[in-house]
């Protein structure tokens, strides 16, 4: 084919898909010139406070507040905190939604919006304060199911499906199924939890002290931390499994009056929420209520178990949680005597000095960092070999054995050896009490041992030890 009749179809090509396009154009522009719009034109999701939605072919309504904390509540049909997720996608709907207008409509039940199947309405106010009103009427599905006709002053405009399909739940989709409802940034502060299961008592009291869980009853003793976590996720984070009654009978019938297992929880804001599970028999579904709402609901048995964990499984068997890299300072007393080893740029000291500032201690001796190491590794996977019943008295030994880590970010770890203390079927061991708790346990004889470490066997037998990063100039003599 030759070069000319080549170029004259390129040219035939390119003019045919102007047309095409042109007249599509011309097909789907509206008399206003607008194309495609927003269906909640000039409204903004993060200045609405209220959400409306009456849904009559399927029969159900529900109105959805805002409030002062940002928190999404339903006060329609009933009052209770509403689903975040579904309100989220609820609000994206309003974002994101867009329409093309549907031109020469004479008659808007044809479309089935006389009357609409639902309506959704926005309230909100503008930057001057005004209160602006928004409602979306929604009319039938289109033949291929992706789209549908809505509404909005008055105009009709073909949308896609996603805002029908954010509806097709009902009304409960819009009702908040966490157990608890606090915002994120409520971190929960306090615990307190009573009751009995397999013959076990479940009370406890909890504070965080600091970024440490503490017990504070049946005893004072420091929390696993990982344990306390998963527990308080899944008191925050967890899920009923359904609402079973919004006027249920009397909390006896669920086993709720004396209840297997009641939690209260309070939050750095104050925030309070007290829940009780339970069931009306040992092979029944676990129930569970809400202090201060009616509506009983239907948890899944891992809920309530996870819920249940005994208080000698959320104790922390670990008696130094940091690695062998973040430990700034180690202490070790027993015989009356002292000994710290401490970290300086690169080097381990050593010194019977407690008073004055590692950096500043003149009388120090050079330790061997393998063996520091060695020392640091024990106590890194260092775990209590088993905690003693509350009623065991803790008996100091004279003179007092103790040992203590510090930590580069500020956290210290350590507690005092106590007196052997026989365990009947077991060989017993030495007792130690981790500084700040009551209660007593029992240690390894490699942490006795450890504790009774003498700087002489950590010491360097370097002649001398450069750090070089430290080190500006190198001179060789003859």
Known sequence: ??????????????????????????????????????????????????????????????????????????????????????????????RNLRGEAVIGLDDAAKVGLDPPRARVSVTTRDEDGNEVVVAVDLGAIDLDGDGMYVRVNDRVLRARRTLDNALLGGVDDYRSKSLVNISPLERPIEVVRSG?????????????????????????????????HLFLQQLVGGRLKRFHSDDPAPLATYGLEDPVLRIEMATVRDSRAALRMGRPSDEGPWFCVREGYPFVWEVEDRTVRVLATPFEDLLDYRIVRAKRAQVQELVLESGGTPRRIYRVGGQWRMTGDLESDAADVEDFLLADEGAVS??????EGAELA???????????????????????????FGGELGAFHAVQGSEGGHTFRRDGDDLVALVDQEIAELVTTELDELRSLALHKLVEREQNAVVLRR
């Open 374 to 379: 060695d020392l640091l590794a024990v106590l």
């Open 1 to 94: 084919m030759q070069i000319r009749n080549i170029l004259v179809l390129i040219v035939l090509a390119a003019g045919l898909l102007a047309v095409v396009a042109l007249q599509s154009d011309e097909a789907e522009r509206d008399p206003d010139g607008l194309e495609d719009f927003a269906v909640f034109a000039g409204i903004d999701p993060d200045r609405i406070r209220v959400l409306t939605i009456d849904h009559a072919e399927r029969n159900w309504q529900a109105r959805l507040e805002r409030d002062d904390r940002d928190l999404w509540l339903m006060t329609d049909p009933v009052a209770y905190p509403a689903e975040a997720s579904s309100v989220k996608r609820l609000l994206d709907q309003v």
């Open 196 to 228: 009995e299961l397999d013959g076990r008592d479940l009370g406890f009291e909890a504070l965080l002290d600091g970024i440490h869980w503490m017990a504070a009853r049946p005893v004072r003793a420091t929390l696993d931390p990982l344990t306390v």
């Open 386 to 412: 088993a905690y003693l019943p509350p009623d065991v008295a803790f008996v100091p030994l004279d003179p007092p054995q103790r040992l203590s880590v510090a930590t580069a970010g500020g956290d210290v």
